[in-house]
């Protein structure tokens, strides 16, 4: 595998339903971040992980949980989600600090509430 | 606050030159990135600016001017290819990328 891979492609849940999407970095990168992709709207950063410690977190809902085991893997559980949420969520891996900091990005989970 | 603006679709002819336009206010700017999403994909890196003036790559440029917060990607021997949306980022002062709508760029024969 290269680059960033992300599980599973598509999802749908009910509102009551606990899941878990998974991303993994092959690029030795430090850096990890979750966005969520809605029609019409720019990409919306969601949290950031620098070095496995969460540095942002930007005003998302408890119902996202994020999680960085080590520096290549990172989870993001959801769970009681709103129809609203049904979007594309997008992982992505970066080099800071030294940089070069442009952003890779995964192929995205596809998210629908039901 | 911060804000960044493109224009929401463009048209133009396969063979012919394209400029994509990003405008931006942030309450800091450490470098703006250019990316290009194919429906249904992740968005790929294309350019990096972090001083002024024009860097290029291949059919692909991009121009940054700090001081009119402006910058532009502009496609040259347009393809079929490059129908896509292109998203202008901008990292700013907690130097995480902000980002706009994106440009829909649709190529035709």
């Known amino acids: 595998e290269t680059g960033v891979t992300q599980t599973p492609r598509h999802l749908v849940m009910g509102m009551t339903n606990k899941k878990s999407l998974k991303c993994e970095q092959h690029?030795?990168?430090?850096?990890m971040y979750w966005y969520k992709q809605s029609a019409k709207k720019p990409l919306e950063l969601m949290f950031v992980?620098?070095?496995?410690?969460?540095?942002e977190n930007n005003s998302v809902p408890s119902r996202f949980s994020p999680e960085c085991p080590n520096s290549s893997h990172l989870f993001l559980h959801l769970h009681t989600l709103q129809p609203e949420d049904s979007a594309l969520y997008l992982c992505?891996?970066?080099?800071?600090?030294?940089?070069?900091?442009?952003?890779?990005f995964g192929p995205g989970t596809r998210l629908t509430v039901t | 606050g911060q804000n960044i603006d493109q224009p929401t679709e463009m048209t133009a002819t396969e063979g012919a030159i394209v400029q994509i336009n990003c405008t931006y206010q942030?309450?800091?700017?450490?470098?703006l990135f250019w990316y290009q999403q194919h429906a249904g994909e992740a968005p790929t890196f294309l350019s990096y600016?972090?001083?002024?003036g024009l860097e290029e790559k291949g059919r692909f440029s991009s121009f940054l001017s700090r001081s009119k917060g402006y910058s532009y990607l502009l496609l040259k021997e347009l393809q079929m290819k490059d129908s896509a949306s292109y998203l202008c980022?901008?990292?700013?002062?907690?130097?995480?990328?902000?980002f706009g709508t994106g440009t829909l760029l649709a190529v035709q024969p």
């Open positions: 992505a891996s970066s080099q800071e600090n030294p940089g070069p900091y442009e952003q890779y």
């Open positions: 992980y620098s070095l496995e410690e969460r540095v």
């Open positions: 600016n972090v001083l002024d």
């Open positions: 690029l030795g990168h430090n850096a």
């Open positions: 942030t309450s800091g700017f450490n470098g």
């Open positions: 980022a901008v990292n700013g002062a907690t130097n995480k990328l902000i």
